[in-house]
């Protein structure tokens, strides 16, 4: 009996581990991951970005998000905070007038379930 326990405790551990994405509803730094998986879909941003768990996701003309989570700065020069990424998200020529990445016409929830996901990107 306790050996079943202790593979059943075993597998729920195991079950937590991947660390490439998140598959919680919800997100430490707000959002929700898997709907901001959708949306990275539903706007296209593979064709311009790798983006890893995004099937297709294999663009570049914009930089990998690999590793997202773990970066210093965003846009070159924006501390990479959960703040800083969603406004980086929602309207990214506001932040760097003139740069390459398109204004998606993202709401803020839309830019802050996008945030989730990229956050998952350890």
Known sequence: MIAILLLLAAALVLAG???????AETSPVG????HGADLIVKSNCGLC?????IAGAEGHVGPSLDHMAIR?????FLPN???????W???????????????????????????AYLYTLR
């Open 17 to 23: 581990c991947d660390s490439r994405q998140g598959t």
């Open 31 to 34: 959002g929700n991951p898997r």
């Open 49 to 53: 970005h790798e983006i890893p768990g």
């Open 72 to 76: 210093t700065i965003i846009a070159g």
């Open 81 to 87: 905070t959960p703040e800083n990424m969603r406004a």
């Open 89 to 115: 998200i929602r309207n990214p020529q506001a932040a760097v007038p003139g740069n390459a990445m398109p204004n998606m016409e993202l709401k803020d929830d839309e830019a802050e379930d996008i945030t």
